[in-house]
C-alpha cells in the first residue's frame, strides 16, 4: 500500500488517517487497497477544495458572474464527500453502491472541473480546485475499473 505519511510538529512520522483506519479494519477491503485509499482521500481532497473554491468565487468582485461554478462547487462537494464516506465504509460493503457513487462523482467532478477551468486563467482558486477535481475524477475511473 502506497504510504501517505506526515509529520507531527516534532518530526515525527506518522500514516495519513484514511490509511490508518484501512489498515486497522478487521475486515478485508473489498476493493483494491490503494486504489480505494487513492479515491477516498482524493473524494475529502476535493470536497474541501470546491468549498474553499465557492467561498473564493463569492469573494470575487462580482459573485453574481460565479454563481453556476459556486453551484457546481457545492454540489461537487457534497457529491465528493459522500463518495469519500460511502468507500470508507467496508463492512457489509456493497459493491452496487460503490459503483453508482463513484460514477456519481466522476460525473460531479467532470462537471465541476469543466466550470472551474473556464476562469482558471483568471482566478487561481478556480484553477486550484479544477486540478483538484481532476485527480478526484482519475482516482474514481481508476477505482471503477479495479
Partial sequence: MAQVES???DGRGFLGHVQQMLQTHPGTPALDRDALLECIQACFDCAQSCISCADACLGEKDPSAMVRCICLNQDC???CEATGKILSRQTAFEPAMARAILQSCLAACKLCGD????HAKAMEHCRVCAEACRRCE???QRLLAA
Avoid at 115 to 118: A, D, H, I, Q, S
Fill in 115 to 118: 466550470e472551474c477551468e473556464r
Fill in 77 to 79: 462537494a457534497n457529491v
Fill in 138 to 140: 482519475q482516482a474514481c
Fill in 7 to 9: 509529520r507531527t510538529s
